[in-house]
């Protein structure tokens, strides 16, 4: 099952009002080697929803996103790229992807809000949703990873922000803004030092 680590930014935390305006991901095959990374600014159509107190997290400005394209454009053109990296041939003229993307896991650090602006995304624009329900959560996985780690003596971050995570793995942003892809890529980093963790965690009778 190939993964699809993802990062969203909004023009505020609603999904029935705001909207999409940067996608970031990496996608990796099932044994988690990585395929490609991607990056799209996306236009808002609700611009009235444009909030001054999001501008401020992800540093883009309605002019940033003057010449960016459409969500109904973006929407597939994700998973036209997410087929080319796996090397999945769709049918020409096969609009549904469906069949090709069901068993696509999307990963994230507090990824249910990001599928429910995605989802809402896809209801707007009237299209199948083509992921697999399945997700992984970085913030669940390091809650419960850092509960045993406690429990064992260990120091651990007192919050679970991405920040806080990506700092006990001795991983940073580069700078204060939360751009999508770093944020996948650093979000990526942080799932695989969990997983060696848990590869090394072991039970005793």
Known sequence: MPFLV??????GPEP????????????FDD?????????????????DAFSSSSEKIHNLSLADLEDAPM??????ELEEWICQQLGIR????????????????ICGQS???????????????????????VLLDLHTLAYF?????????????????????????????E???HNALEDSVLTARCMKEVFKLSEGMKLTA
């Open 31 to 47: 044994n988690w080697v990585e395929k490609g990374q991607y990056l799209t600014n996306v236009y808002p159509e609700n611009k």
């Open 111 to 133: 990824v249910i809000n990001d599928i429910n602006f995605l989802k809402e995304a896809y209801r707007y624009e009237k299209l199948k949703w083509p992921y697999s329900r």
């Open 6 to 11: 993802l990062d969203l930014e909004m023009t």
């Open 90 to 105: 769709v049918p020409k003229g096969q609009l549904d992807r469906t069949p090709f993307l069901r068993d696509v896991i």
């Open 145 to 173: 990873t850092f509960r045993i780690l406690k429990a064992n003596g260990r120091k651990v971050p007192d919050r679970l922000s991405l920040t806080a995570i990506a700092n006990y793995f001795g991983f940073s942003r």
């Open 71 to 76: 969500i109904y454009d973006v929407l597939p």
């Open 175 to 177: 700078d204060g803004f």
């Open 16 to 27: 029935d009002y705001n909207e999409i305006i940067q996608i970031g991901a990496v996608l």
